[in-house]
Every structure is written in C-alpha cells, then in structure tokens.
Nanobody, 122 residues
C-alpha cells in the first residue's frame, strides 16, 4: 500500500521560504504522478503543483514563479520549494500520488498523506 508522509511545514513571515518534503513508500517513480495540494479553513482543497514520471511539471497560477516541485527518485522523496511566501499561502499542505503518465496540478489523486501545516504571517 502506498504511504506518503509530509514534513517541513512551519511558521514563517511573509517573503520567507520553506521547503516541504514528502517521503513516499511503495511508489514506483516511473509509474506515478505526484503532487502537492493545500487546504485552508476558508477554501476548498486546491492543487498547487504536480510532477509526472518524466519530470514534467505543472503549477497553479497563484504559485508560478514562487514554488518549485521536484523529486529525488533514489530517495523516493518529493519536494516543494516555496519562496516569497504570502499570508494567503497559509494552509495544510498535502502530498498526493496517482498512477498516471501525465498530470496537471489539479489532477485527481488516489493516495494522500496526512499533511503538514504552513503558516505565513504578515
């Protein structure tokens, strides 16, 4: 069974940076799309970024130019580098995965982690 565990969340001031990590178990890098999603109390869950098995990436407009998704296949780890953070980026961030060759940032995922909280203060 696929297992995903996020880490790296925390509190930061606006303009700061954080790097989220997602340790994946039983995920074959050549078969899975992976992504980051977020949800705050005021909004429904939204896709942030995704990466397909070939390394192709997709981003929500709200994070383009500020966030970077990447993965280390040898370590089975997914990352989200977040720069120039804004208060509206505050949310619980979830790592997700699905067996697919291509996936946009808001693709329907099958497997989910429990999340890591990001809080950005102004």
């Amino acid at each position: 069974q696929v297992q995903l565990e996020e880490s790296g969340g925390g509190s930061v001031q606006a303009g700061g940076s954080l790097r989220l990590s997602c340790q994946a178990a039983r995920v074959t890098a050549s078969s899975y799309c992976m992504g980051w999603y977020r949800q705050s109390p005021e909004k429904k869950r939204e896709g942030v970024a995704s990466i397909n098995p070939y390394g192709g990436t997709s981003y929500a407009d709200s994070v383009k130019g500020r966030f970077t998704i990447s993965k280390d296949n040898a370590k089975n780890t997914l990352y989200l580098e977040m720069n120039s953070l804004k208060p509206e980026d505050s949310a619980m961030y979830y790592c997700a995965a699905v067996i697919a060759s291509l996936c946009e940032y808001d693709y329907d995922m099958d497997y989910w982690g429990k999340g890591t909280l990001v809080t950005v203060s102004s």
